[in-house]
């Protein structure tokens, strides 16, 4: 049985331009996001993992300050995190501003010295997070959660829901799809082999949409471009790329020539 979560999700997914589990889990990131500002900014334990990762990676610390600014008209909670995180690096550059001196007294004695005493941490060690961003944690666990569902879902004998579901989705990307041969198991193998020919049909049909969309460049073989040709080239990148945040390419984004 399709998990009940998981089919309300997706029936609002397939909906949406691009790949549907890309734009689950792009929800899901927001809703963990709007849930740190709005009930987990002064957290202690949430607040200690701030600091072990110091913050969030490049793409999730411009995201937590988008989504605020976007739902809040403002920049509190953003504010709050990095200004913690600037006590905390500057105590530790504090540490480290003795290292150039270090470098300036070293001479050769002391570097054949070095051969024989124990391997030193990087000098940039303390500025480096001790966890990974737990935004992108979040979203590698939903991400998995997402893909076995799915399988579960399309496996499912009592139930064409979800391969119905699916049929209407710009169907998912090359990397939930590799996901998906990683995550099967036994129980779910049905829906696996139906993801594999389904993705297959709709390579082989991309495929033929590209290289007649890339002959009518010929002068010579000028000609009118069918629907799927102009959009052949923005479905090779939402395959291969995945959906990306915000709004996305509709068909009409297409190369018209008539």
């Given at each position: 049985?399709?998990?009940?979560?998981?089919?309300?999700?997706?029936?609002?997914?397939?909906?949406?331009?691009?790949?549907?589990?890309?734009?689950?889990r792009q929800q899901a990131e927001v809703k963990?996001?709007?849930?740190?500002?709005?009930?987990?900014?002064?957290?202690?334990?949430?607040?200690?993992?701030?600091?072990?990762?110091?913050?969030?990676?490049?793409?999730?610390?411009?995201?937590?300050?988008e989504v605020e600014k976007r739902e809040d008209g403002e920049s509190l909670g953003t504010s709050i995190i990095y200004e913690h995180l600037a006590l905390v690096i500057t105590e530790r550059l504090e540490k480290l501003k003795r290292y150039p001196n270090l470098l300036a007294q070293d001479n050769p004695l002391l570097q054949q010295a070095r051969k024989y005493l124990?391997?030193?941490?990087?000098?940039?060690?303390?500025?480096?997070?001790?966890?990974?961003?737990?935004?992108c944690q979040m979203s590698t666990e939903s991400d998995d959660s997402y893909v076995r569902w799915l399988l579960e879902g399309l496996a499912d004998p009592d139930n064409d829901e979800t391969r119905r579901l699916y049929k209407l989705s710009n169907r998912v990307c090359f990397d939930h799809l590799r996901q998906a041969l990683d995550k099967a198991v036994p129980a779910s193998a049905a829906g696996l082999?139906?993801?594999?020919?389904?993705?297959?049909?709709?390579?082989?049909?991309?495929?033929?949409?590209?290289?007649?969309?890339?002959?009518?460049?010929?002068?010579?073989?000028?000609?009118?471009?069918?629907?799927?040709?102009?959009?052949?080239?923005?479905?090779?990148?939402?395959?291969?790329?995945?959906?990306?945040?915000?709004?996305?390419?509709?068909?009409?984004?297409?190369?018209?020539?008539?």
């Amino acid at each position: 049985m399709i998990n009940p979560f998981f089919a309300n999700k997706f029936e609002q997914a397939v909906k949406v331009t691009g790949c549907p589990l890309c734009y689950m889990r792009q929800q899901a990131e927001v809703k963990y996001i709007r849930s740190i500002i709005s009930d987990h900014i002064n957290d202690p334990a949430s607040r200690v993992h701030i600091i072990n990762s110091l913050g969030y990676c490049p793409t999730h610390t411009w995201k937590v300050a988008e989504v605020e600014k976007r739902e809040d008209g403002e920049s509190l909670g953003t504010s709050i995190i990095y200004e913690h995180l600037a006590l905390v690096i500057t105590e530790r550059l504090e540490k480290l501003k003795r290292y150039p001196n270090l470098l300036a007294q070293d001479n050769p004695l002391l570097q054949q010295a070095r051969k024989y005493l124990p391997q030193q941490a990087s000098p940039s060690a303390s500025l480096r997070a001790e966890k990974p961003c737990r935004v992108c944690q979040m979203s590698t666990e939903s991400d998995d959660s997402y893909v076995r569902w799915l399988l579960e879902g399309l496996a499912d004998p009592d139930n064409d829901e979800t391969r119905r579901l699916y049929k209407l989705s710009n169907r998912v990307c090359f990397d939930h799809l590799r996901q998906a041969l990683d995550k099967a198991v036994p129980a779910s193998a049905a829906g696996l082999q139906f993801l594999l020919e389904d993705a297959l049909e709709t390579l082989k049909t991309l495929d033929a949409d590209l290289r007649s969309h890339i002959s009518k460049y010929d002068y010579d073989k000028r000609s009118p471009r069918s629907e799927g040709e102009q959009f052949s080239w923005l479905r090779a990148v939402y395959f291969f790329a995945g959906r990306r945040e915000g709004d996305n390419p509709r068909p009409e984004f297409s190369d018209l020539q008539t």
